[in-house]
């Protein structure tokens, strides 16, 4: 190439605007018809494959370069960011290393069970309740009424 670099746009024969698949489509079909190999070697084909692959690699790179920051406050916000996440990625890892405090065991893991907390006071309670019910219903009243009627038993 000369020491003025041609437009790598101009190269390859798109606009600045391309998309990137319209880039790469382009490319691969230019360099399919230039390459070498299938030219017989010619220097003229040589010559015109590396004019696309440089145009097409200084697309790539000015592409995929980060645009540039204005503002040196910016620059200075980002540094100090970055500063305080190594700081506390390497407090997480501190605290990873460290040995957890011993958990200490539940009552119930002791095998220490009050009255209120075991199945037969469950239990027992479900019993009262029920024999409560019972004696409180108007049938088993009326039942014994008339027991008493019929066994001359009077209240």
């Known amino acids: 190439m000369t020491s003025a670099a041609p437009d790598p746009y101009a190269v390859l024969g798109v606009r600045p605007d391309a998309s990137d698949d319209e880039l790469r489509r382009v490319h691969r079909t230019l360099v399919k018809r230039h390459h070498p190999d299938h030219n017989g070697g010619s220097a003229e084909s040589a010559t015109r494959f590396a004019q696309i ?4 690699a200084a697309i790539l790179r000015q592409r995929r370069a980060p645009a540039p920051v204005a503002d040196p406050a910016v620059e200075d916000r980002i540094a100090d960011l970055e500063r305080e996440l190594r700081a506390k990625r390497a407090a997480e890892r501190r605290a990873a290393k460290a040995p957890a405090p011993p958990r ?5 893991e002791l095998g220490y069970y009050s009255t209120q907390d075991s199945f037969t006071k469950i239990i ?4 009262d309740e029920l024999i409560d019910r019972i004696q409180g ?3 088993k009243r009326q039942f014994s009424r008339r027991l008493s009627e019929l066994f001359g038993n009077e209240d």
């Open 137 to 139: 219903s108007d049938r």
């Open 104 to 108: 200490r065991p539940t009552p119930e």
């Open 124 to 127: 027992d309670d479900a019993a």
């Open 53 to 56: 692959q440089e145009a097409y």
